[in-house]
């Protein structure tokens, strides 16, 4: 099993060059999966936790976050970053408490959105915001300084998509100590292309949430950095539940179990893992 300073370091060092493809588990079970296919780092989505919990995205509270982020840092040879929300936290001070309780999870990064969940003003306020991230960069730094710390601009997202005030958001979140910037919505090749050059050399996450977009070749191309999927697995996984489940309701018949992974098969990927007595 690799060691958190381990994983950590495996985890800049990808931040380096390249690009690379950091899809989202819900669960231990489906990272230990997706860490057989081969990719190198993984991240937590808040949407399919909370959905796990049987609560919206951003109803989970800080603690059981925590104690997820743990979980799941310590159930991987990969690197792990926390979809961290906004922080658990309004003020700067908050953030940082939130931060160095998240980096002592043995996470290898975590980001921070500057969205505040009103919809009538659904973004810190620019002063604010930078702040936050400061506070959240001095918290990493103040815990040893190698948590890849990622910050998010949410406007695309939040009804607010205005390209010109996220790159000044993003810019300033570089200015303030971030390792990676992120603006989730963002999908066009001149809306991504602006981004990459505004905050180079700084790396650029991309969320990829829809079918029928851009490949990780033309993402790679654009110069993006790092590719997520946020909760679009989960919601995939949810999507065979549910229509198996209502063709049982309304029709008493099985057929959304066609075709699926044996007990037996399951069994066999997660038996390395088994405890033993």
């Not at 690379?20 to 949407?47: E, H, M």
């Not at 990969?78 to 922080?87: R, T, Y």
């Not at 999507?239 to 057929?255: L, Y």
Request: aromatic share 6%; hydrophobic share 45%.
């Amino acid at each position: 099993m690799a060691t958190t300073t381990e994983k950590r370091r495996a985890f800049r060092r990808l931040h380096e060059r390249g690009c690379f493809v950091l899809p989202n588990p819900w669960d231990v079970g489906s990272a230990r999966y997706l860490q057989t296919l081969g990719f190198k780092a993984l991240a937590t989505t808040s949407a399919g936790f909370a959905f796990s919990r049987g609560l919206p995205d951003g109803g989970v509270p800080r603690a059981e976050v925590l104690a997820h982020v743990a979980e799941m840092a310590d159930a991987v040879d990969v690197p792990l970053n926390a979809d961290f929300e906004g922080g658990y936290a309004v003020t700067p001070e908050g953030v940082a408490e939130s931060v160095r309780l998240c980096c002592a999870t043995g996470v290898s990064g975590l980001s921070i959105e500057d969205s505040t969940g009103d919809p009538a003003a659904p973004l810190h306020d620019f002063p604010l915001a930078v702040a936050r991230v400061a506070a959240a960069r001095k918290a990493i730094d103040d815990a040893g300084g190698d948590v890849v710390f990622t910050a998010r601009s949410e406007g695309f997202v939040r009804g607010r998509p205005d390209l010109g005030e996220t790159i000044r958001r993003l810019q300033a979140f570089v200015e303030a100590g971030a390792d990676c910037v992120f603006a989730p919505g963002i999908r066009t090749p001149d809306q991504i292309r602006a981004i990459v050059e505004a905050v180079s050399p700084v790396p650029v996450n991309v969320v990829v949430g829809t079918s029928g977009g851009l490949t990780v070749a033309e993402l790679a191309a654009l110069g993006v950095r790092r590719i997520s999927v946020g909760g679009s697995l989960a919601r995939a996984a949810w999507r065979g539940a549910m229509a198996a489940a209502r063709e049982i309701a309304e029709s008493g018949t099985f057929g959304g179990f066609a075709d699926l992974p044996s007990g037996a098969d399951l069994n066999q990927l997660f038996a390395p893992h088994a405890p033993r007595g």
